[in-house]
């Protein structure tokens, strides 16, 4: 099957009818300013560099000021985006934000579409985790499939600080907080970004990475009751999340590989979600790609979980890494639980005339 036929969960070519491509033409990403190095938190657990860096490659992690909420990040990421792609706020009409951590229950995102000034644009969350961005992004791509829509933002965004217990030092070593965006445009099929994708859950595991509801109920009349709002800190099986994530991110990924007719060396790169250096390598070393073409930053910033592989491709498309035409092959993974894979072509923002 050439590179060019896109495939949806099932197998049929999802473009067929409509003629439309995504291309993947800007970029951006926010994150807070305060840095919490592992010698930083070694003064609250008991926890050393060493032992962080040497089960997960993390050194450092990003933690939310009182003025960098959900929303601020996720818009300055937005406007960055649009800048690099240069579009105006009013030609977008989608906005996606992946979250697991909103500002308000009800709905971040739009308080993002008014903040950049997308007045035009319908917004909302998606939540999955980890897998939150690679889900929104096939989601607004099936949006410009239909021809319903011509240009989205997709937005990955987590502070998931505010749910981890500090006082654990399992799971407090491993998240931070972030935003990204992608600016994604309808374009001929035969140029899309989003070459195929596959998505997959499996709820019977669900317990192995939660942030549940909090037990906590208040009496209301006779032996009624009713439950209060609130969660409980994030937990997490990490042995059975890392043992989920080495055997199927792999399988996933060469699905995708096999029914888009790819090889593995035609890949330029592989985006996966940040989540353990450990993870990364023996996703690697099963396509046999060199280290120097798989993308990683966890080791700045740990799991910002929706935001993680946008947050990547923005460091790599800066730096000059990831170039107009670059083919990669991305996964994300995580609580739910969830995974999923798409093969991407980045397109770039149009040559200035």
Sequence with gaps: MPLGVSHSLTGPDYRASSGFGMALVG?????????????????????SDDWIRSRTGIGARRISGQDEPLTVLASRAAEAALAHAGWQASEVDLILLATSSPDDL??????????????????????AACSGFLFALVTAGQYIASGAVRRALVIGADQLSRWVDWDDRRTCVLFGDGAAA?????????????????????????????????????????????QKGGFAPIH???????????????????????????????????????????????????????????????????????????????????????????????????????????????????AAT
Excluded at 247 to 266: D, K, N, W, Y
Aim: a negative charge.
């Design 27 to 47: 970029c951006g990403s926010a994150l807070p300013a305060a840095s919490i190095s592992n010698a930083d938190l070694s003064q609250r657990v008991e926890t």
């Design 106 to 127: 009800f709905g971040t995102a739009p308080r993002v579409q008014a903040a950049i000034g997308a007045s035009g644009a319908v917004a909302f969350d998606l939540t």
């Design 182 to 226: 992608v600016a994604v445009q309808a374009c001929a099929a035969e140029q899309t970004g989003l070459l195929g994708f596959r998505m997959r859950s499996d709820g019977s595991r669900n317990a192995c990475l939660t942030l549940a509801q909090s037990d906590d109920r208040e009496p209301l009349l006779g032996a009624l009751s009713a």
């Design 236 to 350: 997490m099986n990490g042995q059975e999340v890392y043992k989920f994530a080495v055997r199927e991110v792999p399988q996933i990924l060469a699905e995708l590989l096999e029914h888009t007719g790819t090889r593995a060396e035609q890949l330029d790169w592989l985006l996966l979600h940040q989540a353990n250096q450990r993870i990364l390598d023996a996703v690697a070393e099963r396509f046999a790609m060199p280290q120097e073409q798989v993308l990683s930053n966890l080791a700045h910033y740990g799991n910002t979980s929706a935001a993680t592989i946008p947050l990547m491709l923005d460091e790599a498309v800066r730096d000059g890494r990831v170039q107009a035409g670059h083919l990669l092959a991305s996964s994300g993974f995580g609580a739910g639980l969830s995974w999923g894979a798409a093969l991407l072509r980045w397109s770039g923002p149009p």
